[in-house]
């Protein structure tokens, strides 16, 4: 099966706006990892720290934007935009690993 993972990518995008932790984690395999500062020390390994870990941003009133995109094979690679209140705009670039369902695997980011 061929994966579409701009879909998938602007898919986990949609979901973090939306701004469910629950949900953004079920996009994650049950023992995926995210690393996000990458090399910040602290891996998040498991559905339930994944959620954890997006309960940051449960509530904020957030838009994201996909800004660039690459893939190969069954990873991608963007850059995105995400607007919390209006207010503040981050920039990040996150590496994704997805397995053949289409649920994340493996998520770095730099924060």
């Not at 994966?3 to 990518?9: E, F, R, T, Y």
């Not at 984690?25 to 994944?50: N, Q």
């Not at 207010?87 to 990040?92: G, L, T, V």
Request: charged residues 25%.
């Amino acid at each position: 099966m061929s994966l579409d993972l701009k879909a998938l990518v602007e898919r986990y995008l949609d979901t973090v706006a939306a701004g469910s932790a629950a949900a953004t984690a079920a996009l994650f395999t049950e023992d995926a990892t995210v690393e996000d500062p990458v090399g910040g020390g602290e891996v998040h390994i498991g559905r339930k720290a994944i959620e954890g870990f997006y309960k940051n941003i449960e509530g904020a009133e957030l838009k994201a934007e996909l800004l660039s995109f690459r893939a190969g094979g069954h990873e991608a690679a963007f850059a995105f935009a995400l607007t919390v209140s209006g207010a503040m705009r981050i920039e990040p670039i996150e590496i994704m690993s997805f397995n053949s369902d289409g649920q994340i695997v493996a998520m770095t980011g730099d924060g």
